[in-house]
C-alpha cells in the first residue's frame, strides 16, 4: 500500500553479495550520502537509491507501474516475483525454462534443485515398474475385471491425503509458530483422527459399497470446506496462546481426518472379500503414491500454489472414489451371493 515504494530501498553490493535496505518511511537525501560515503569506505557500491535512477533490473522493478512490473517479471530469465504464504519458495528463483541451460547469460548455474525434483521422480517411476508392474505383469493375478479400478483407487488415496497433509503443514506454519511445530500438530493430528476413523469405518463392514458411496461426496467436500475455514478463522486466531491455537488447529483438523481415514481400509477389505490376490499389489500401489506424492506436490504448489492443492486433493479423492463404485457394487454382490442360506 506505499504510494511510491521505490524511495524506501536502498540496494548496497560487493562482489557477489548484496544488502538491501528497506525502510517505513523514505530515505531522505542525507541517509543516502551517509550510506554512499560508507560505501565507498569499505569497498561496497550503492546498487540502487531512491534519487539516481538508473537502468538496473532494480530500477525497472521499483519504479514500474503494477502493469509494467508483472511484464517485467514474466520477461526477466529469473523467477523474481514475490513470495507468499501460498507460494513460500523464496529460493526458486530458476524458471523451468531454465532447465536446459543459462538462460540469463550470466553464468548462472542449472537449477539442480529443479533437477533433483525431476530425477527423484523418474527414478521413483523407474523403481514402481521394476518392484510393481513388471512382477505384476509376470504373475497370474486374479483375472477378474476391474483390476485397474482398484489399482487408481489406491493410488488417488495415497497422492490425496498426500497432498491434504502437505498443504495443511504449510497452511499451519505461520500460526503455529515454525515447520516444526506445523509437522508435529499435523501429523500427530491426521494420523491419530485417521486411526480413529479406520476403527469407525468398521462399523459399515456389512455395506462397505454404501460407505465409499458416501465419502465419494462428504469427503471432498470436507476437504475444500476446512480450506476455506482455516483461511477465514486463522488470521482472525493468530493472537491466541500458543496452546490455543495448537487446539485450535487439532480442532479444525480432526473431523477431516477422520474422513480420511475412512476409504483405505473400506476399501481394502472390500477388495479383499472380491479378489484377496489383489490385496499385496494395491497395497504397493498405494505406498508408491506416497512416496511420488510429496514431489508432485511440491512441483504443483511452486506453479499454482498451496490453495488449489487442496482443490486438487478433493478432486483426486472424489476421482479415485468415484471409480471404484462399480468394482464395489460387484464385490458386494458377490460377498451377498457368496453367503450360507439358512431355512
Not at 524511495?7 to 548496497?12: S, T
Not at 477378474?144 to 479400478?149: E, L, S
Not at 481400509?265 to 497395497?283: E, F, K, N, Q, S
Request: proline share 8%; charged share 10%.
Amino acid at each position: 500500500g506505499v504510494a511510491e515504494p521505490w524511495r524506501h530501498v536502498v540496494v548496497l553490493g560487493a562482489g557477489m553479495w548484496t544488502d538491501t535496505m528497506l525502510k517505513k518511511s523514505p530515505f531522505s537525501a542525507e541517509e543516502v550520502q551517509a550510506l554512499t560515503d560508507w560505501a565507498q569506505a569499505n569497498g561496497f557500491n550503492i546498487l540502487y537509491d531512491p534519487f539516481h535512477p538508473g537502468d538496473t533490473p532494480m530500477d525497472k522493478v521499483l519504479r514500474a507501474t503494477p502493469e509494467a512490473r508483472l511484464q517485467f517479471y514474466a520477461e526477466y530469465p529469473f523467477r523474481i516475483s514475490p513470495s507468499t504464504d501460498d507460494q513460500p519458495f523464496f529460493f526458486k528463483y530458476h524458471k523451468w525454462s531454465a532447465v536446459p541451460g543459462d538462460k540469463a547469460g550470466i553464468g548462472s548455474k542449472l537449477p539442480l534443485a529443479l533437477l533433483t525434483l525431476v530425477w527423484s521422480i523418474v527414478i521413483i517411476a523407474l523403481l514402481a515398474v521394476a518392484g510393481i508392474l513388471a512382477p505384476l505383469l509376470g504373475q497370474s493375478v486374479a483375472p477378474r475385471p476391474g483390476r485397474w479400478r482398484a489399482f487408481v483407487f489406491c493410488a488417488a488415496l495415497g497422492l490425496g491425503f498426500i497432498f491434504v497433509e502437505l498443504a495443511l503443514m504449510q497452511k499451519l506454519m505461520v500460526f503455529l509458530g515454525g515447520p516444526t511445530y506445523a509437522l508435529a500438530v499435523t501429523l500427530f493430528a491426521l494420523l491419530a483422527f485417521a486411526g480413529m476413523g479406520s476403527r469407525l469405518a468398521g462399523r459399515w463392514s456389512s455395506k462397505p459399497e454404501w460407505l465409499l458411496k458416501q465419502l465419494m461426496l462428504i469427503l471432498p467436500i470436507a476437504i475444500v470446506a476446512v480450506a476455506l475455514l482455516m483461511g477465514q478463522v486463522i488470521p482472525l486466531a493468530l493472537g491466541f496462546s500458543w496452546t490455543g491455537r495448537v487446539a485450535l488447529a487439532v480442532a479444525m483438523l480432526a473431523p477431516l481426518a477422520l474422513l480420511l481415514g475412512m476409504p483405505f481400509p473400506t476399501g481394502i477389505a472390500l477388495i479383499g472379500r472380491y479378489a484377496p490376490d489383489w490385496v499385496p499389489w494395491i497395497w504397493a500401489v498405494n505406498s508408491f503414491a506416497t512416496v511420488i506424492g510429496p514431489m508432485l506436490c511440491v512441483i504443483w504448489a511452486m506453479q499454482i500454489g498451496f490453495k488449489v492443492t487442496f482443490y486438487l486433493a478433493a478432486g483426486i479423492y472424489f476421482a479415485g472414489l468415484l471409480l471404484i463404485q462399480p468394482l464395489a457394487a460387484k464385490a458386494a454382490l458377490a460377498a451377498r451371493e457368496a453367503e450360507p442360506v439358512t431355512s
